[in-house]
Every structure is written in structure tokens, then in C-alpha cells.
DNA sequence: GCCCTCATGTAATATGTTACATGATTTG
DNA sequence: CAAATCATGTAACATATTACATGAGGGC
């Protein structure tokens, strides 16, 4: 079977759900996924128009004739099963993530204790942000848990970013005591 | 103060410790960046040259005649300027990894718990096998401690590698539970 | 002699971001 | 009626991967 891109697939994915237009999909991944995926409308549209072009889901336009043209992809057959095949293959590898911050730690001898730790302290903030982001959807998607048949497997990737970002948070307090100490 | 991409700074920084050729740059970053960092040789070797073009380093080919030329770069004052000025500039954003098992399991309504569990079996291997790289580092590092100014630099970045990878682990454990016990 | 590591580099390709253009519909 | 949101799309650019080519030197 004919391999096509992470991006292809998440869109694939994304199309199982409710989402069918261009813009639903953008908004899904930022809303649901963005712990673990983003996507620009540069992907998005020349993507769905490839899944179109290979057969892999149907383009129908709103039907309500009065209204532009608003499209709406469906997944065909050939769809449900590229996605289903990529769904079982075995993961590749595991991510390695670009920390910026970290990068910048690595050659933190070159730089002011102060300032290390102001970057610290300002990457930390960000983090607690997130985490309280997630916790937040964390209880959205737990209030109408019934509704939505993907709910658990959802909460499942939460829970990882939740306590992934715990860790990373706990590595800044701990971090932030070290080198202030230093000096 | 021209901007450069984070490969850019990423090699400036390389440069300021013993690596001095592509190769090593390349070595250094697999071995002791891995967890947070990684490139190729297809950008290592274009962004030495466009290194060398700004005067952010020179080029000394090794003084003996008989070799063959290894090009090892060193950091000119304005190199050593644009790195410092790019440590002290604010993380612009904290990173959105790109995380396929996530993905999958997103989705993984459409897939057997079996299948989903063997993944998740998988992950958390590889996961493992990650941490007891990191702790092996973590002694090389310090077992020879006194002899490198980073030392400490680098051990923080380790500690953080070391952290996040536990509580991803810890995290497949409680899921491969939560999943298995569903049927 | 053969294989491995050291060492440099490029070209083709793949992937992703950013900025822009356009216009309808909804909400206050 | 203005502003925000919904909605689609592209072009230019930036970035990164992969595969390949080449060759020296050292160890077995």
C-alpha cells in the first residue's frame, strides 16, 4: 500500500470525526491535538486536495444551493483503509523534540547566571500555562464524555501532556534552585 | 543584529566547545544533544559555509601538509557576539512535538485494543532503552567532571531528558492498564 | 585486501511556515 | 454597520531529509 505523510494521515484521522471542512480541521488540531500536533493551512488545503486526487475521501459541497460552496470531505472505502493500515503500523521512532530553551541551557556557560535563570523562570510560566490549558480540556471533553465515542482515547493523550508537562515543571523548579545556588 | 536560523546557532554553539570540523559537530550532537537536538549533514555542511561567509568563523585547514584538508572552524569575536546575543534573546515558544504514537492513538477507536496495547508495549520499550542511554551519559559526563566547563550545562539538559522520559513511561504503564482492563 | 571510521560535500526531494488575497456570514 | 469569525486558497520562502559520491587512514 502507497505511503503518504504524517500530515496525510492526521487528516485522514481528523476526517473520522466530525470535522469535514478545510477550516474545522485547522480548528480541531489546534483545539485537540495541539500537545502533540500542528498544522497550517499550507498543509491542510494542497493535502485535502491530494486525499481528493488518490481516492482517499469524497469532496461533496454543502448542498444548500444559496450558500458558497463550503466543502465537505467525506473518507471513501480506500480512505478508511489507508488510514486503518497506517493505524497498526509500528511507530518508527520516537520524537525528538527541538527544545530551544534546552539548546540555549546547553551553552548556559556562556551567559549570565541572571539571565539563565530569568529564561527559566519565564519558560516555567509557559509551561504552567499549558498545563492548566490541558486541564482545561481535560474537563470539557470529561463533561459530554457520552457523546463522543473517541472520548477515552482522547483523554489518554491529555493525560500524557499533562504529565509530561508536570515533569518538565518540576525539572524547572528544581533547575531554578541549582543555579541560583551556584552563585 | 541579522538573524540566523536555529541550525545556525545551534552550530556557533558546537563551536565553542572541541568540535571544530562537520564531523565532530555531527558526532556531538548525536551523542550529547540527541535528547533535545538533531541534524544532518545536508544543513551542517551548507550552514559552516554560510558560518564562514558572514565572518561569524574562519576556516583553518590542519597545518599538516600530508593530510588531507580537515576544515576546522573557530568563532571570530562576531561570532561570538551573535551567540551570546541569541542566548539572551526570550524562548520564543516552548516546542509542539510532533508525536506519531499520539496521533494513532487518537484515533484508535478504529483499532484493536490488541494492536493499540502492542504499540504502547513498543513505545515504552524504546522509551526505556532512552533512559538508560541518558544515564549513561549522565555517569560519562561525570565521571570526568572536573575537566569540562559545561559539565554542569549539560547534565541539567540530561536531567530534564531523563525526567520527561520517566513520566512518559509512566504513562505507558497506566495506559497498557487502563486499555487492557476495557475488555 | 576488506571493512570501518573519519571526513566533506551536493542534488533532489520533501516538508513546513508565512504572508497574502479574497469574500461570506455572524454577532454585537 | 463594524468587527470577528468562517472559509478557501496560493506563492514564496525556509527548512530538513535522503541518497549519493568521493576518498583517506587504520585495524584485522
Redesign the pocket.
Known amino acids: 500500500m502507497k505511503n503518504?505523510?504524517?500530515?496525510t494521515y492526521a487528516i485522514l484521522g481528523i476526517l473520522t470525526t466530525d470535522c469535514r471542512?478545510?477550516?474545522?480541521?485547522?480548528?480541531m488540531i489546534d483545539r485537540s491535538l495541539n500537545h502533540f500536533w500542528?498544522?497550517?493551512?499550507?498543509?491542510?488545503?494542497?493535502t485535502?486536495?491530494l486525499i481528493v486526487e488518490e481516492g482517499l475521501a469524497t469532496i461533496s459541497v454543502s448542498p444548500d444551493e444559496?450558500?458558497?460552496?463550503?466543502?465537505?470531505y467525506y473518507l471513501t472505502l480506500k480512505g478508511k483503509e489507508v488510514l486503518k493500515n497506517w493505524l497498526e503500523e509500528p511507530i518508527e521512532q520516537i520524537p525528538v523534540e527541538?527544545n530551544e530553551l534546552l539548546l540555549k541551557l546547553f551553552f548556559g556557560r556562556h551567559q549570565s547566571n541572571e539571565k539563565t535563570v530569568h529564561q527559566l523562570g519565564e519558560y516555567k510560566r509557559k509551561l504552567e500555562t499549558r498545563y492548566a490549558t490541558y486541564t482545561g480540556i481535560e474537563q470539557a471533553i470529561t463533561n459530554d464524555l457520552g457523546k463522543e465515542a473517541d472520548a477515552s482515547y482522547w483523554l489518554f493523550t491529555l493525560d500524557y501532556g499533562k504529565r509530561v508537562t508536570k515533569a518538565a515543571i518540576e525539572w524547572c523548579t528544581f533547575t531554578l534552585e541549582e543555579i541560583s545556588k551556584e552563585e
Request: aromatic share 16%; no cysteine.
Open positions: 503518504y505523510n504524517y500530515t471542512t478545510g477550516y474545522a480541521i485547522k480548528q500542528k498544522i497550517s493551512y499550507g498543509q491542510i488545503y494542497p485535502l486536495k444559496t450558500k458558497p460552496g463550503k466543502n465537505e527541538r
